[in-house]
């Protein structure tokens, strides 16, 4: 049996957690809200949008704060990853050439779809008809190319 | 968007410079807009206007001429909403003041630090304006010339027509403007009409004819019409004098003469210029700032210049440091993501600033803002790093001192201040709360004396450095405050014993004394030495005596066994039982 954790045994986190503290409760409570929002008159598929707009923003948030600007440290930044608050496998991918602005993993997740490709929302802009407006079924986006 | 080589720059003001500053607004194309752009710009009209149109009075030449009646009416004259700030100008030497241009061509100077505007210029700022018009219209001057030696060029394939009423316009304006003009500005203006109107001519009679009777009838474009000719909105070739006030008795006359030529029929044309209020100034300025917060102005209103791109270059450091300021100014913890920032709609939020605009596209207000959060973030670590720690169990002992009584057990006292924000401290662990509880408790119920005793063993405890004569109740060391000793005693006994000490204790050590206390480390350690090396010496001499000692007690066995060796060997010859018997 798992050893169990309550508030008393837990280690605190580190420095400058409380800085960010405000933010990552906020997002939590977005989070709740779109668990909790009514799936009335949206498709099966469009009710998971907002988690993954959420979650994708938090994880945006933290990798900007450790990689973009610097204002987190590395203990801070590994800690946010083991307990969860990013997506440390979408931002492995951030990391790469071209997919700077990935917005799930499932969008490029080829073997998933019927023809092997990736989401419509990787497709850039200039490769699309002109005014086509596109949002994916998997999460929503608008469009994650990185030259958009 | 045209190319500043295009553009054409009619008959600069040499003279005008004396007692006001005419407005030199960018001109489209002539062709273009002079002669097919606006029907009221009539060749017939455009010599005299060249002539006169120094007036400080341009604006009403917009709403006297134009094919809208409703604008005429000077008082409630929607120009107000339909004018727009069209480019603006950094005047050198005079930094806080810009120029700034209409889209009416009308002008204003406007200082981005105190956000003033005013449509008089003060005096103080006009040297800077008369020098920037000066440079623009030198500039503008070498284009004009080559230009109008191509149209003389044109015109001298057709002159005709119109060549006798130029004449006549030319003499009518002259009177007017003569002592604004150079003569060579003049005749070179009189050329440009002549190779115009010829042109004019070649296009169309009808048009031409059509103009004319216009002018004969007495509506008098010539007296107020702007100097590009072109009375339309979009039009910006037009000179525009804008300083309003009632002293310009220059003004005055002119509108007079104006008034007399006008006539019954369109009393709106006496109306003079318009005055402009600080709600008109207002509302320029928020226009202006419309502009530049469409993110695209540059590129799609036309409303920017070609000058202005190398003048937005230059003021875009301060832009980007003004926006820096603002973001400074409203306390945003650099931790807030861009996107709370701008969704804030709260009456603090930063894009109710005026500043906000400064920068036109929200993309060069996010660069700016990330670079902003990674000074300041880095600011910060720096002063966090300088700043003393404070010992976590100081505000939590200082709660218990006040809250804590041997009436409550720790679970009871936990849940009922769970919600104090010392109770939900990180950096102090629940097991540390809960053991500095009941220690505290405990110690609650020993004896005072005790309790006085273990304060004054603590107090002097302290390092003088640390606490001294100098120390006040309010900055007791942390030692001393993050101590279970410290809070045992109520209040008021506490302060009164610790007073009590500190005006038993030396003065501060000297300046030095980090110094001499490394000193007195370095002598101390020089002791220990010492002192060991005795003791090992002391050792080691002990050793040899020893090891002697134990040498020579070898000797004197070995002596031994030889002595009794030797009695052994010495048997004589009396024989054994002689020798048995003496022992």
């Given amino acids: 049996m798992p050893a169990i954790r309550t508030a008393s045994k837990r280690k605190p986190p580190p420095e400058g957690f409380d800085d960010i503290e405000d933010t990552l409760l906020e997002f939590q409570n977005k989070l709740k809200d779109a668990e909790n929002a009514s799936h009335e008159g949206k498709k099966k598929h469009e009710v998971l949008w907002p988690v993954f707009q959420i979650t ?3 994880s945006r948030y933290i990798y900007d704060l450790y990689y973009e600007k610097e204002a987190i440290s590395k203990q801070l930044y590994d800690w946010l990853l083991k307990n969860g608050y990013t997506d440390g496998n979408l931002i492995a991918k951030w990391k790469k050439q071209g997919y700077e602005k990935l917005c799930c993993l499932r969008c490029i997740q080829t073997k998933e779809t019927n023809f092997n490709s990736t989401c419509i929302c990787r497709v850039p802009r200039e490769q699309l008809k002109e005014d086509q407006e596109i949002q994916c079924v998997s999460c929503g986006c608008r469009g994650c190319s990185s030259n958009d | 968007m045209e190319s500043p080589t295009k553009r054409l720059k009619p008959s600069p003001p040499q003279e005008a410079s004396a007692d006001f500053v005419r407005l030199g607004g960018d001109d489209d194309d002539e062709q273009d807009t002079n002669q097919y752009g606006y029907t009221n710009a009539s060749p ?3 010599q005299p206007d060249q002539s006169i149109s120094q007036a400080p009075r341009a604006p009403r030449a917009m709403y006297q001429h134009s094919h809208h009646p409703d604008r005429r009416n000077a008082r409630n004259d929607p120009r107000n909403a339909k004018d727009r700030p069209k480019s603006k100008h950094v005047l050198p030497n005079h930094e806080p003041w810009i120029l700034v241009r209409t889209k009416l061509g009308r002008r204003f100077v406007h200082n981005t630090s105190t956000k003033e505007s005013l449509w008089w210029i003060p005096k103080d700022v006009m040297p800077g304006v008369l020098e920037f018009e000066r440079w623009e219209v030198q500039v503008k001057e070498k284009e004009a010339n080559a230009k109008w030696a191509e149209e003389q060029l044109k015109g001298m394939r057709g002159t005709g027509g119109n060549a006798v009423e130029v004449g006549k316009r030319t003499r009518d304006g002259e009177g007017r403007d003569r002592r604004r003009r150079s003569e060579s500005l003049q005749r070179e203006d009189e050329e440009a009409m002549m190779a115009e109107i010829a042109k004019e001519a070649e296009k169309g009679e009808e048009r031409d004819v059509k103009e004319t009777v216009k002018n004969v009838e007495g509506l008098q474009p010539k007296s107020a019409q702007p100097e590009g000719g072109d009375a339309g909105y979009g039009s910006d070739s037009s000179y525009e004098e804008v300083e ?8 005055d006359e002119e509108r007079q003469q104006a008034r007399a030529a006008a006539g019954d029929g369109e009393p709106a044309h006496e109306q003079g210029p318009v005055e402009f209020g600080e709600d008109d100034i207002a509302y320029q300025l928020a226009a202006m700032e419309n502009y530049g917060l469409d993110g695209n102005g540059n590129d799609n209103d036309g409303f920017y210049s070609d000058g202005e791109a190398y003048e937005e270059d230059a003021e875009e450091d301060d832009a980007a440091h003004i926006f820096r300021q603002m973001l400074s100014d409203h306390a945003i913890s650099p931790f807030t993501p861009w996107e709370t920032l701008i969704a804030d709609s709260s009456p603090t939020s930063i894009i109710l600033d005026d500043r906000y605009t400064i920068l036109p596209t929200t993309r ?4 700016v803002w990330e670079v902003w ?4 973030v880095a600011r910060l670590k720096e002063e966090r790093a300088k700043m003393e720690k404070q010992d976590p169990r100081i505000p939590y002992l200082a709660f218990l001192a006040e809250k804590a009584s041997p009436k409550l057990y720790w679970p ?6 769970k919600k104090e924000g010392v109770m939900n401290e990180r950096a102090l662990g629940e097991k540390e709360r809960e053991r500095l509880y009941r220690d505290h408790i405990n110690r609650l ?10 304060l004054i063993a603590l107090l002097k405890a302290v390092p003088l450095k640390d606490l001294n004569k100098g120390t006040s109740m309010d900055t007791l060391p942390q030692q001393v405050l993050s101590h279970l000793h410290f809070i045992s005693l109520p209040p008021a006994v506490r302060d009164q014993v610790i007073s009590q000490h500190i005006s038993t204790l030396p003065p501060a050590p000297a300046s030095g004394e980090d110094a001499e206390e490394d000193g007195e480390h370095e002598r101390e350690k020089d002791r220990k030495r010492a002192k060991a090396l005795a003791e090992r010496e002391r050792l080691v001499e002990e050793e040899r005596r020893k090891a002697e000692k134990e040498g020579r007690w070898a000797k004197r066995e070995l002596r031994e066994e030889e002595r009794e060796l030797e009695r052994a060997m010495e048997v004589g010859k009396r024989g054994l039982r002689e020798r048995l018997r003496a022992e």
Avoid at chain 2, 244 to 251: G, L, N
Avoid at chain 2, 412 to 417: A, I, V
């Fill in chain 1, 56 to 58: 994708h923003q938090r």
């Fill in chain 2, 44 to 46: 017939d009209a455009q």
């Fill in chain 2, 244 to 251: 309003v006030t009632d002293s310009e008795f220059e003004d």
């Fill in chain 2, 364 to 367: 060069a207000r996010k660069e």
């Fill in chain 2, 373 to 376: 959060v990674k000074d300041t």
């Fill in chain 2, 412 to 417: 009871e006292f936990k849940r009922k201040f």
């Fill in chain 2, 445 to 454: 119920k020993l004896p005072e004396s005790t309790r006085r005793a273990d």
